[in-house]
């Protein structure tokens, strides 16, 4: 592994020096480097610190530039405009650095930080006995490429898929179970569609029950207690629907070509021992307080209706527990025995109180220190065409499958209308990977806090900002390097490069500062929008610079047959940490 310094940092340090040592008592100078289409660079930071220090911003820039040595990296400076500097890379540089890259294989020449945290990350949560729903696809997705791209900067993650496997529901269901035995098939027997079609019909049929017979609804009031005091036979019950909902969620996953780990569902019901100690240690804190035989945390700030104070409720007055209590334990054990340094929920944006109460209540207890970050993202969302909160034609949920499957449909139309020699079963691989792809990008490119429209024609488009776009344009490379045969890729840094060619290697070197900065900020749509440019960049230099036909001096051909396929390589990872694939050919 060599990591590869990236020339703006190079750049930036040079001009760092440059402006301390031509203004030594300034502090904190940032050169404010950023790309230019004038030059490969401008710097616009000598305006702010001229106007600090009283001085002629152009003539800080004449001086700032007198003391720079041109040479290795920087090829010229000029001054321009009131004090903006505008900087030249030498071709050699650029080209030597990308060789670099292209020679570390999977890393592009990125190194992974120092000092990484533990982030314990809370995605792909659905509930036991149901059916997973378009909320549940968002979470898992973002939550997969938070993931994805904070493993790259080298940060230790750990997942946990809080599934809802606890609950009163649990009484009627098992009740329910032990009244018609049978009624579910052993997971080893079944598909996650008829795990779930077993689950639905049990679910169904016990609440019609429940709604309709007393006797039956006051037997599953009891069967709660058994359950929460740990009766044997209805233990046995309940882990049924667990593992029967399993079999079906590991069918979803799979077909969103999503890795979960068994390990990492750790639900609800695994916190279920240490929520009295919780509760126990709130109250002798004093952190929470008795009121109407509830226990309870109040917040300043956190007010309802008639400005009365919304509590989080820890023990309810019945002496049940619910999901603050679930999630402040979660807290304790994340924070004590995984030594998390960062709490991230990727949960849906209406849950965001939730979180705020329950992070403020583990810090007044001293379970969440300042060494510690806690964040929810809160993802909004999904719409249908007409705006509203996305529905079936009938008003209702859609189930997650359907909507996979009709993407995946719809992608085989389009690789279909594409596909010169692919054979059948080619074009079903190729649709699942265009089709899950298009569905995770277009969650992943807009900013996780907004809403989108789910717009399955938008989706698989082969124009604009789509993944489909990007794996053609991943497709299309491989077939250039193909087609050169034994003309091979090789760098060659004392070739000139064009504009075109400058303008894609500088964006090449950004990758990493690039995923860097997007896994900071939990911003997966940055790492696309820097793929949809990679991807428009590479096509204005294949259109200017010619690679195989008409074809150029070898040495040149070979050059940019390496830049063919760095580019290649980034596009290939970029889309790999948002967790979607690129397939060699289209
Ligand atoms: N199962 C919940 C739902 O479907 C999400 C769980 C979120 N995670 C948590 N630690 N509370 O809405």
Not at 326 to 354: E, K
Request: net charge negative; aromatic share 8%; with cysteine.
């Amino acid at each position: 592994m060599a990591s590869v310094t990236p020339l703006s940092a190079s750049v930036e340090q040079q001009l760092t020096s440059a402006l301390s040592a031509t203004l030594p008592e300034a502090t904190d100078v940032d050169p404010l480097l950023r790309r230019s289409d004038r030059a490969d660079y401008q710097a616009n930071g000598i305006l702010a610190l001229a106007k600090k220090a009283r001085s002629n911003p152009r003539e800080l820039a004449t001086q700032v530039v007198a003391g720079l040595t041109t040479g290795d990296v920087i090829k010229d400076v000029e001054v321009s405009g009131p004090g903006f500097l505008n900087i030249t890379l030498a071709d050699r540089a650029i080209t030597e650095n990308l060789a670099a890259r292209y020679a570390d294989g999977e890393r592009l020449g990125v190194a992974p930080k120092a000092e990484p945290g533990v982030t314990v990350i809370d995605y792909a949560q659905p509930n036991v006995a149901k059916e997973m729903h378009v909320g549940h696809l968002r979470s898992a997705v973002i939550g997969d490429a938070l993931r994805g791209m904070l493993d790259f900067t080298g940060e230790k993650t750990i997942g946990r898929h809080h599934i809802g496997d606890w609950g009163t529901q649990f009484g009627m269901l098992i009740q329910y179970l032990m009244e018609h035995p049978g009624e579910l098939a052993p997971p080893s027997e079944v598909d996650g569609q008829e795990a779930m079609s077993n689950l639905n019909r049990v679910y169904k049929a016990s609440r019609a029950l429940f709604d309709a017979d007393d006797d039956f609804k006051e037997r599953a009031r009891k069967r709660v207690v058994a359950l929460q005091s740990g009766d044997k036979e209805t233990l046995e019950l309940w882990q049924q629907f667990v593992d029967e909902s399993k079999v079906y969620f590991y069918s979803v996953f799979e077909k969103l070509d999503m890795e979960i780990r068994d390990d990492e569902i750790v639900g609800e019901s695994a916190y279920n021992d240490g929520m009295p100690e919780t509760a126990r240690l709130l109250e002798e804190m004093g952190v929470a307080v008795r009121s109407e035989g509830a226990l309870v945390v109040f917040f300043d700030d956190i007010r309802g209706k008639d400005d009365q104070p919304v509590p989080l409720i820890v023990q309810k007055a019945d002496g049940g527990f619910g999901y603050a209590a679930s999630d402040l334990t979660a807290i304790r054990n994340r924070v004590q025995d995984l030594h998390a340094t960062t709490l991230l929920y990727v949960v849906d944006v209406r849950q965001s109180l939730h979180f705020k109460m329950v992070f403020e209540t583990a810090r007044r207890a001293g379970w969440l220190g300042d060494d510690v970050t806690a964040h929810n993202m809160g993802y909004g969302t999904v719409l249908g065409a007409d705006g509203k909160p996305f529905k079936t034609r009938e008003g209702e949920t859609v189930r997650l499958e359907d909507l996979l499957d009709e993407a995946v449909q719809r992608a085989a139309e389009v690789v279909r209308e594409k596909a010169q020699d692919l054979t059948e079963d080619e074009i079903q691989e190729r649709a699942a990977q265009v089709g899950i792809g298009a569905v995770k990008y277009a969650d992943l490119s807009t900013s996780p806090s907004r809403d989108y429209k789910f717009d399955l024609d938008q989706m698989v488009s082969l124009n604009g900002d789509t993944s489909v776009y990007l794996q053609y344009a991943y497709a299309r490379i491989q077939s250039i390097l193909r087609k050169a045969g034994d003309v091979r890729p090789a760098a060659h840094p004392e070739l000139e490069l064009h504009s075109a060619e400058r303008a894609l290697g500088l964006h090449l070197d950004a990758f990493g500062d690039t995923v860097f900065e997007a896994a900071a900020e939990y911003a997966p749509h940055k790492v696309a929008a820097y793929l949809y440019q990679l991807a428009s960049l590479y096509t204005t230099f294949y259109d200017k610079c010619p690679v195989i036909k008409p074809q150029p001096p070898q040495d040149v051909a070979e050059n940019r047959l390496f830049l063919c396929d760095l580019t290649a390589r980034t596009l290939h990872r970029g889309m790999a940490l948002l967790g979607i694939r690129t397939p060699e050919r289209l």
